[in-house]
């Protein structure tokens, strides 16, 4: 048990869980703490292809998003309280000083990040399910 801890604690343990999206199986990193929202996918290399993370707040909202410091182009889903995709945004990396933001079309309380691509706009309107 303890060399488990140790490893966890050495490996920079990231809570993971399952999400998901028009029957495709997701495993995502949550991004809860507003730290963890901040830094999001920035300075990554490379993301797995069945891999994202997820952004959780507190309410719904019209959240803004940026690519200042990431590195791989992505899929922005924008998720309300009733789990229902309510905007795609695709996004690309930025290295300017001034980065655009991303605001979803309605309010969202969660926003999924994928591999651009992943998914085209048919998908608004889906509900998604998160295992946690």
């Given at each position: 048990?303890?060399?488990?801890?140790?490893?966890?604690?050495?490996?920079?343990?990231?809570?993971?869980?399952y999400i998901e999206v028009d029957n495709q199986m997701l495993t995502v990193e949550i991004a809860e703490s507003d730290s963890e929202i901040r830094k999001g996918l920035m300075h990554r290399e490379s993301l797995a292809e069945d891999n994202g993370m997820l952004?959780?707040?507190?309410?719904?909202?019209?959240y803004p998003f940026w690519m200042k410091n990431t590195l791989i182009p992505l899929d922005m889903l924008f998720i309300n309280s009733s789990m229902h995709i309510v905007d795609l945004i695709h996004a690309v990396p930025c290295e300017e000083d001034q980065c655009p933001n991303y605001v979803p079309k309605q309010k969202a309380r969660y926003v999924l990040e994928v591999n651009k691509e992943?998914?085209?706009?048919?998908?608004i309107g889906t509900k998604i399910f998160i295992s946690r």
């Open positions: 048990m303890l060399l488990f801890l140790v490893i966890a604690v050495l490996s920079g343990c990231v809570y993971r869980t952004f959780i707040f507190k309410e719904d909202g019209y992943r998914f085209n706009e048919s998908i």
